[in-house]
């Protein structure tokens, strides 16, 4: 007869299968923050936990996912750079299994045997670009470099650059890259391209400073209740978000990251109105709906507050968090209705 313990092994093998599905999904979130250039290497756990889960301290170290952290912390480039050299080891490859035995062909098939491997394992968890080791995720690469330039590059002849312009992949480079500028030309790209940039501006103001327990929660460093040196400058973040709101003033990031400063500063009226629109432009963002169903708790809409919170997983203290910052500033009517919500 199976135990109670037996028959609860596949629940909690799905409740890993879940738990990274929403890593997954709220790392995507992040990465949309910073579309285009990236948050820096080594920089998502304190973003994640500051922008997305609304946490004061570190939480989670990588996406777990090799293509998701390069795009996180290096941008659509650093992406577009890794695809590059994916494919790339397929071409050389194809180029390797022309040699003849002892020209480097083994040392070949293990390096693209390696890389395949990283690929594949990249999918579910990053053993090296989320962790110190990120040097060794591109020794394969050298290795596949190395064992065809003897035998390869050594009779190849690199065409002009007229031929390669007239080649058809040159046509299709060309035909691309016209599309991705007309592409950049369009409202929601410019306007998703401002919002990157306050985000990352953001980030870097805020995090380069950060430390907990000298600071006591991320709020703090945005309006000056006596804790601390002061509040970091915003101004930069705060004039890119403006920017990507007069282009398109639905952007959510903007709505989102605005709305968040504007309840950290006690602005409340303007973190209402921010709040609202990301939170009905995209829902399905984790932050949005937890900042959105903070702002309805603290005006006093406790029904609809917490039919929103019931929405968002907090269960990793996001709501005590809350509660302890508004009684910090004084406001404990706030601090009560959002002590309200959670229950």
Do not use: C
């Amino acid at each position: 007869m199976r135990s109670s313990a037996q028959d609860a092994e596949p629940l909690r093998g799905l409740g890993v299968v879940d738990g990274r599905a929403e890593l997954l999904r709220n790392s995507l979130d992040l990465a949309w923050d910073t579309a285009f250039t990236g948050i820096g290497l080594g920089g998502f756990q304190m973003a994640f936990s500051s922008y997305i889960l609304l946490l004061h301290v570190g939480h989670t170290y990588h996406s777990h996912n090799l293509f998701l952290n390069v795009w996180l912390e290096q941008g659509l480039l650093g992406l577009a750079a890794l695809m590059w050299l994916l494919a790339a080891a397929v071409v050389a490859w194809r180029r390797v299994r022309r040699l003849g035995e002892g020209q480097g062909k083994a040392w070949a098939a293990a390096a693209l045997a390696a890389i395949a491997v990283i690929a594949v394992h990249g999918m579910v968890d990053d053993a090296f670009y989320g962790s110190r080791g990120v040097l060794l995720l591109f020794v394969p690469f050298a290795l596949l470099t190395r064992a065809q330039a003897d035998a390869v590059w050594s009779a190849y002849e690199p065409p002009t650059l007229t031929e390669v312009l007239m080649s058809r992949n040159g046509f299709i480079a060309g035909v691309l890259l016209v599309f991705v500028l007309l592409l950049g030309l369009t409202p929601p790209v410019r306007s998703q391209f401002q919002a990157n940039l306050g985000a990352l501006s953001q980030t870097q103001a805020e995090m380069s400073v950060y430390e907990w327990p000298t600071w006591p929660i991320q709020d703090a460093l945005r309006r000056d209740i006596g804790t601390g040196p002061g509040p970091v400058n915003l101004g930069p973040a705060i004039g890119h978000y403006e920017a990507a709101l007069a282009i398109d003033e639905n952007n959510e990031v903007a709505n989102r990251r605005l709305g968040q400063i504007a309840l950290s500063r006690g602005d409340y009226p303007a973190a209402g109105e921010l709040l609202t629109t990301a939170y009905y432009n995209d829902y399905t963002n984790r932050a949005a709906r937890q900042l959105y169903g903070e702002w309805l708790a603290i005006d006093g809409r406790a029904d609809r507050a917490k039919a929103v919170l019931r929405t968002v997983d907090v269960s990793s203290g996001q709501l005590d968090a809350r509660v302890w910052w508004y009684e910090s500033i004084g406001e404990m009517e706030k601090a009560a209705a959002i002590r309200d919500a959670a229950d």
